[in-house]
Structures are given as structure tokens and as C-alpha cells.
């Protein structure tokens, strides 16, 4: 079964404008991580943030990680053409041996 | 070049088949991961395996095998069983399984259509 839930399920923007998308999900967990996945193609890990973890940055990804709500967010700055993709949240659950990956958020970067 | 190979890259298959995807890591991980991904959704977990000779069932693991006999290698065989087989699916391998603890590597997929 999805525990992740992203939102929005698509976001347009404009190249240049940030791009945030939000990931809820239910039970306890060791650590959240978002891949990316470009038409067609395999996901590309992005970042992993551990339970005990408020905050990880790397390069223009920024992912923050509220382990009271449940709920973690990816934000891009500066977003490009490139970064038009599909973004995945994914969950170690406690005590179990998997990731267990969400519906995605689809990102279109407008020229 | 390490990495992590799936062959074909596309395949077709009449209904009441059998047909066998490859999966290659040279990567030294102990973990392995078949997912099935449908379109505009996510990724759901067919089989995992944490080390040779022994794989455990994903959230739908019906209609489908596995086999590890060599760390490097994790073939999926969807079977004549599987009633909606057409999907993209996709091979990860991680360093090991612990308590889904790391970073999955991603091969570059294979599509499955059933004429």
C-alpha cells in the first residue's frame, strides 16, 4: 500500500520561480528520501533526511522533515528547464526492510 | 563504470506467456528491488531480496518470480498468472536492506507490452 501522499499532484512554474512539493505520510519512520524521474527513464536518488533531521540541503535542493505532522517538503530554488520531472517521496518504514514510494508530483519548468 | 543494467529495454509478449527481465548490478549490493510502475503512478514493490538465495514478497507479488542465485543478478519472470502485465518496471539494488535505510540505485527500466 502508497504511504507516501505528494502534493500537488502536477505544478507548472516558471523557469526562475521556486518550485515546493509536500509529502505526507503515516506511520513512523527511520528516514524520508525524494528521487527524481525523468519521462521514461529509472529515479534518481536526490536526498535522504533521518528521522532525527529537521533540515538537508544540497546544491538548490532544500527538504525539511516535520516527524510531528508527518510530512516532509522538497523545496527547488532558482528551478531550470532541466528540473522538469517527476519528484518521488520515499519512506524506511520502522521495522521494515523496504522504501515505500509515493503517487509522485509532476514538474513542468516553462521556458 | 559501476551501475545497474536492465535488459530489454523494451518487450512485447502474447498473452499466455511467460517472459523473463533482466536485472544487472555491479555495484557489490547485497539488496535487490523489482517495482512495477503504471502510468502517472507511483512505484509498487514486486519481490526484494537482502542477500543471495533468499527474497521475500512486495505488496504484489502475484503473477510474478524471482530468483537470486548470484549477488549480481535478480531476474523477474512475469508469468501467464499475471492478468495486467503491461506496465514499466524497474530493477534498484541498495548496499543492504536495512530497515530501508539507504539510497536505492536505479536501472534504466524495462517496458513490458502484452499484444
Known amino acids: 500500500s502508497q504511504q507516501g501522499e505528494e502534493d500537488p499532484q502536477a505544478l507548472s512554474i516558471q523557469e526562475g520561480e521556486n518550485a515546493t512539493m509536500n509529502c505526507s505520510y503515516k506511520?513512523?519512520?527511520?528516514?524520508l528520501q525524494w528521487y527524481r524521474q525523468n519521462s521514461g527513464r529509472g529515479l534518481v536518488h536526490l536526498i535522504l533526511?533521518?528521522?532525527?533531521?529537521r533540515e538537508k540541503h544540497s546544491g538548490r535542493l532544500r527538504v525539511t522533515l516535520d516527524t510531528s505532522k508527518k510530512s516532509s517538503s522538497l523545496l527547488i530554488t532558482a528551478s531550470r528547464a532541466a528540473d522538469t520531472a517527476s519528484y518521488f517521496c520515499?519512506?524506511?518504514?520502522?521495522?521494515?526492510?523496504?522504501?515505500?514510494f509515493g503517487q509522485g508530483t509532476r514538474l513542468t519548468i516553462n521556458p | 563504470d559501476g551501475g545497474i543494467t536492465q535488459s530489454p529495454k523494451y518487450l512485447f509478449r502474447k498473452e499466455g506467456q511467460n517472459v523473463t527481465l533482466s536485472c544487472e548490478q555491479n555495484?557489490?549490493?547485497?539488496?535487490m528491488y523489482w517495482y512495477r510502475q503504471d502510468p502517472g503512478q507511483g512505484l509498487r514493490l514486486i519481490y526484494y531480496?537482502?542477500?543471495?538465495?533468499?527474497?521475500q514478497k512486495g505488496d504484489i507479488a502475484e503473477g510474478y518470480s524471482v530468483s537470486r542465485e548470484k549477488k549480481e543478478s535478480f531476474p523477474l519472470t512475469v508469468t501467464s498468472a499475471q492478468k495486467n502485465p503491461t506496465a514499466f518496471y524497474l530493477c534498484a539494488s541498495s548496499i543492504n536492506g536495512l530497515a530501508g535505510n539507504n539510497e536505492q540505485f536505479f536501472g534504466p527500466g524495462t517496458r513490458l507490452t502484452v499484444l
Open positions: 533526511i533521518r528521522s532525527n533531521e
Open positions: 520515499a519512506t524506511g518504514i520502522q521495522g521494515a526492510q523496504k522504501l515505500v
Open positions: 506511520t513512523s519512520i527511520n528516514n
Open positions: 555495484l557489490n549490493h547485497d539488496a
Open positions: 531480496s537482502q542477500i543471495v538465495n533468499d527474497f
